[in-house]
């Protein structure tokens, strides 16, 4: 049977008459207030912490998906050869890429691509990391930042240069382009 | 006109616009904007929140450091906020309500609210020609060695006064719902004007014992007879203990147990606040004001509120009498208390109504609300009987056994 009856519990003249349920409810609104109460006034170990002002950073995992980042390896070079995966594959189509060549003068002409724009647009990204796991350079990772503000819509529009300035440098990591062929 | 001047009595003027200055605006007023502070942060450790701490003294604008959190739980300067709030709000009228009943409706709250403050006995008597050796030493003439009674006005028809103006106060909710032109207000002021009615009728027959009991109707000299002969539910000292009294004490128990539960119906507070239930009536009959308008709503709730408790504690708590008084050398005596007495019992009347008040909130967040006939069943098939047979009993019981 899909019809479940419950059946109404049969109060005691005491429950009826709010006089035992009054104080049952009593007790637990006041057992609350006051193991609030020494939590706050810091009598008792608090199990939540007042945000701006203590934060969690120290505890998050190795694998928080913070805000995604471009990366440099040891020589200062792009990573990104921008073979735009993660723009593909990117769910909310956050990313968006503007190849460029690299001119032949260059000591890392043999790379022959990297990004001349790269922008992920920051309201858009749901952190899912899938960029991070498509990349075949080892080039963009989600780092650990979190609070992402902005005043405008134009300030969280990640450019090249503000991804690289999260990135930063990351090194040891597979580095195909430094053999020689 | 010079005789009709004469026969002013300045002293009695000036002390009585001192002592409403003093009652309305330095112990009501901000009283209610700290017991608005006190139902968030109560309400907030009660469901394990922490409630508003953020507002301090901003001394980091002025360069310093830190900024001032009183006693170190911060949030103390919220009602400050909260009142700025509100006066910078647009104050914003619809088109489509009654103007002028729109804007008398939030005055008709407040006021009647505040009026009733002048019969409560908020202290016994102030005896300032204690200071007259400071004055003289200053070179002032001093005080007449009449004590000031600490009341507004002593009338002869305390709870009576109280409850006629208390009653005007359903006039402001129902004007409200009535005048906003709006479905969810007009409910609000609907069901507020039954359910007033039908608990106003416990309210005042709830109190028929006490007054047999003192065998008067001033507040004053109520508090007066429960300071020497022990509160009506703390006999325990003067003519307390006779065996009338005690056996009195089961029908003002009662008394006050109904006195207590009409007062929260009265009140429009949680078991009963059919008014402004905000999960079927979005908040009622104040949906459509803003600003400083739905604040004098809010404050005329809490000033009821306030009112309330002091007529409780009046009638069956002692008013501003200390427990124990007359044995620890605390008690009251006509024209020779001194001058710091009559300062620490307005204190422990203030102490008396701020537990109230705190039980008020407490009894908000811990029962779940009434439906509509549930409330109307309570009101009238049990709460106005139990207050008759109420009536009853104790006057069987002063019959049985006489007082004095």
């Known amino acids: 049977m899909a019809t479940i009856f419950v059946k109404r519990p049969k109060l005691a003249w005491h429950e009826s008459f709010f006089l035992s349920t009054f104080a049952k409810g009593l007790k637990i609104t006041l057992g609350h207030a006051l193991k609030t109460f020494l939590e706050i006034t810091g009598k008792k170990e608090k199990v939540t912490m007042e945000y701006p002002e203590q934060k969690w950073d120290k505890h998050l995992p190795e694998y928080y998906r913070g805000a995604p980042a471009l990366v440099t390896d040891e020589q200062d070079r792009e990573r990104c050869v921008s073979c735009q995966l993660c723009e593909f594959i990117c769910p909310p189509k956050a990313i968006r890429i503007t190849p460029g060549e690299i001119p032949s003068d260059d000591p890392w002409a043999?790379?022959?691509?990297?990004?001349?724009?790269?922008?992920?647009?920051?309201?858009?990204?749901?952190?899912c990391g899938m960029c991070e796991e498509v990349c075949p350079e080892q080039a963009i990772y989600l780092r650990k930042d979190y609070a992402i503000t902005g005043e405008s819509r134009a300030e969280l529009m990640h450019d090249k240069a503000k991804l690289y300035q999260i990135g930063g440098k990351r090194v040891g990591l597979v580095n195909k382009w430094n053999e020689l062929k | 006109m010079g005789h009709l001047l004469a026969n002013i009595d300045l002293t009695f003027?000036?002390?009585?616009?001192?002592?409403?200055?003093?009652?309305?605006?330095?112990?009501?007023?901000?009283?209610?904007?700290?017991?608005?502070?006190?139902?968030?942060?109560?309400?907030?450790?009660?469901?394990?929140?922490v409630g508003p701490n953020r507002t301090g003294i901003p001394l980091t604008l002025f360069g310093f450091k830190k900024d001032i959190q009183i006693l170190g739980i911060g949030g103390l300067t919220q009602p400050m906020a909260d009142g700025i709030k509100f006066l910078l709000k647009e104050d914003f009228t619809p088109k489509s309500v009654n103007a002028f009943y729109y804007w008398l409706a939030p005055c008709l709250t407040m006021v009647p609210a505040l009026m009733t403050c002048v019969v409560l006995p908020f202290g016994s008597e102030l005896r300032l020609s204690d200071l007259n050796g400071l004055l003289s030493w200053l070179g002032l003439p001093g005080f007449s060695t009449v004590p000031v009674p600490s009341v507004i006005a002593d009338l002869s028809v305390g709870p009576l006064y109280t409850f006629a103006i208390a009653s005007l106060g359903?006039?402001?909710?129902?004007?409200?719902?009535?005048?906003?032109?709006?479905?969810?207000?007009?409910l609000g002021g609907v069901r507020a004007s039954a359910q007033m009615i039908s608990y106003e009728l416990s309210l005042g027959l709830s109190i028929i014992p006490v007054l047999m009991v003192f065998g008067e109707l001033n507040l004053a000299k109520m508090s007066i007879y429960q300071d020497a002969n022990g509160w009506l539910l703390l006999p325990l000292w003067g003519e307390g203990l006779s065996w009338a009294r005690w056996a009195l004490w089961i029908p003002m128990g009662l008394s006050f147990c109904i006195f207590v539960v009409a007062m929260f119906a009265e009140t429009n507070r949680l078991p009963f606040d059919m008014a402004e239930c905000e999960t079927e009536l979005v908040a009622g009959y104040h949906t459509e004001y803003s600003s400083m308008k739905f604040a004098l709503f809010f404050l005329g709730e809490y000033a009821a509120m306030i009112i309330g408790s002091g007529l409780a504690v009046t009638l069956f708590l002692g008013g501003w009498s200390i427990p124990f008084g007359p044995l620890i050398g605390l008690g009251y005596a006509a024209g020779d208390t001194p001058l710091w007495l009559g300062l620490l019992h307005i204190g422990v009347f203030l102490v008396k109504i701020v537990a109230f008040i705190l039980f008020f909130i407490l009894i908000r967040w811990t029962l779940p609300r009434f439906r509509f006939d549930q409330l109307m069943k309570l009101g009238w098939m049990v709460m106005f009987e139990l207050a008759l047979f109420n009536v009853l009993l104790t006057a069987l019981l002063m019959w049985l056994i006489p007082l004095k």
């Open chain 2, 13 to 49: 003027l000036i002390a009585s616009v001192v002592k409403i200055v003093f009652l309305t605006f330095l112990v009501i007023l901000p009283m209610v904007a700290y017991s608005v502070y006190a139902e968030r942060r109560f309400s907030a450790v009660i469901q394990d929140r």
């Open chain 2, 170 to 186: 359903v006039y402001g909710i129902v004007i409200a719902g009535w005048a906003s032109n709006s479905k969810y207000p007009f």
């Open chain 1, 110 to 127: 043999k790379v022959e691509k990297r990004p001349k724009e790269f922008d992920i647009d920051m309201t858009r990204c749901i952190y």
